[in-house]
Structures are given as structure tokens and as C-alpha cells.
């Protein structure tokens, strides 16, 4: 239960019953974040947009760099999943960085 730790439902519906305390926490996923499909996940997207600027800049097409953008805001909401999921899963702004990161708008 730290400070910045979910007291609201942010994600889908679940509870965590802790057999220490007997409290039940609400939590914004209904999993703990994979450390391996978050890593997995910042590679793809990481060689997805070091080729897209490759080309980018060797083609000269300009119009393409919204992708690389989408590219990059991929890898970051990805990071901080990845973040989430090895130091406190419960976290709301890391939470609320990899979901903005990753919806349009």
C-alpha cells in the first residue's frame, strides 16, 4: 500500500485478497505485468523504429514520421509496463503512462 498505489478501479474489475492482512486491494490489472512480453514487447518496437528512421531518412519520405512517432510512444508505454511489472504493479502513474502511451487521442 504505498502512495501512489490504486485505492479506485482503473482496469477491469479485480480483488486481491492478501492471506498476511486479509485485505482485499483493488488492482488496475487482472494480472501482473510479464517482465519477458514487455521486454519482448520494447525490442520488436525498438528495431521496428530504429528501421522506420533508417528509412525514413534514407528515402526522404517525411510523411512517414508519424509511424516512427507511434513507433516511439510504443516503446516508451511498453518501458514503464515493464517497470510496473518488476517494481510495484499497483502503481497509478505507471499505469496511467503505458495506457496513454498507447491509445490514440
Known amino acids: 500500500m ?3 498505489d490504486a485505492k479506485i478501479i482503473i482496469y477491469g474489475y479485480a480483488k486481491l485478497q492478501t492471506p498476511e492482512w486479509r485485505l482485499q486491494r483493488l488492482i488496475p490489472y487482472r494480472y501482473t ?12 518496437f525498438s ?7 533508417w528509412l525514413l531518412l534514407r528515402f526522404r519520405t517525411w510523411y512517414f514520421s ?4 507511434g513507433t516511439l510512444m510504443e516503446v ?30
Do not use: C, E
Open 2 to 4: 504505498g502512495p501512489n
Open 33 to 44: 505485468p510479464s517482465l519477458v512480453l514487455a521486454a519482448l514487447s520494447v525490442g520488436l
Open 47 to 53: 528495431i521496428a523504429a530504429s528501421l522506420n528512421l
Open 66 to 69: 508519424t509511424v516512427l512517432v
Open 76 to 105: 516508451i508505454g511498453y518501458a514503464f509496463r515493464l517497470l510496473s511489472s518488476q517494481q510495484d504493479p499497483y502503481s497509478i502513474p505507471w499505469f496511467v503512462v503505458q495506457v496513454r502511451m498507447k491509445l490514440p487521442g
